[in-house]
């Protein structure tokens, strides 16, 4: 049984470039949550995806969208890189009906130059 | 607005010792309450969670938490430490209402010594 995969595992960009994160869910699950972690802080709740709609959004500039596809894997989009998007981002998977338990992905480090 | 605090940023420990780890949030409604640990090179992980009844919940590896309502707090405690719990241990609160997304704290280094 497959946990959340994510790739790529690293990624490098420049300012101003877009980027797009990829993640499969946990087999049977069919919500998907994105989430920042900077260098020392705790992840923060990017936005999270069911029945390919985006639910719930946290404190994020329209700069990062998403998408999640029918067979509930996701997308995470940011355009116009900043320095401030390096980060390590986490995709957590769960279901519905379950939301408190989640899965995490082993992440995506961006490096913004 | 929620928030969670983890005041400790760095713990050392030897192997054996206790472990307390702080976790204060701020939430006026019914709340989860969540640690995750990070091992270093592996994801978040799920350590123990409570949701209601007993307060004192026993998570996997030996550790436990309790939540004291009046105080907002949800400590992470562990008898006697190895050093196969070095990790960043993350304290993360769910409210039952509003928001369906977890909170999380800055999170706890732990390293213990051999």
């Known amino acids: 049984d497959a946990g959340v995969t994510q790739s790529p595992t690293h990624l490098i960009k420049t300012r101003g470039q877009q980027v797009t994160l990829r993640c499969s869910p946990k087999?049977?699950?069919?919500?998907v949550s994105w989430y920042q972690q900077a260098l020392g802080q705790g992840p923060q709740f990017i936005f999270q995806y069911y029945e390919e709609e985006e639910r719930q959004r946290g404190n994020f500039p329209d700069r990062f969208s998403g998408h999640q596809f029918p067979n509930y894997s996701s997308e995470l989009n940011v355009n116009a890189l900043l320095l401030g998007d390096s980060a390590l981002y986490l995709c957590?998977?769960?279901?519905?009906?379950?939301?408190?338990?989640?899965?995490f992905g082993p992440g995506t480090r961006l490096t913004v130059t | 607005a929620q928030s969670v605090s983890q005041h400790n940023h760095h713990v050392i420990l030897s192997e054996a010792a206790s472990l307390e780890l702080g976790c204060n949030y701020s939430y006026g409604g019914t709340v989860n309450l969540f640690w995750y640990v990070q091992y270093p090179g592996q994801h978040l992980q799920l350590l123990l969670k409570y949701f209601s009844g007993d307060p004192l919940v026993k998570g996997i590896k030996g550790f436990e938490a309790e939540f004291i309502k009046s105080k907002f707090s949800f400590n992470l405690r562990k008898p006697s430490v190895q050093w196969s719990d070095t990790a960043e241990y993350f304290c993360a609160v769910l409210a039952q209402t509003g928001a369906n997304n977890l909170f999380f704290g800055t999170g706890t280094r732990l390293t213990v010594i051999p």
């Open positions: 957590a998977s769960s279901l519905t009906g379950n939301i408190y338990e989640q899965y």
């Open positions: 087999s049977g699950h069919d919500t």
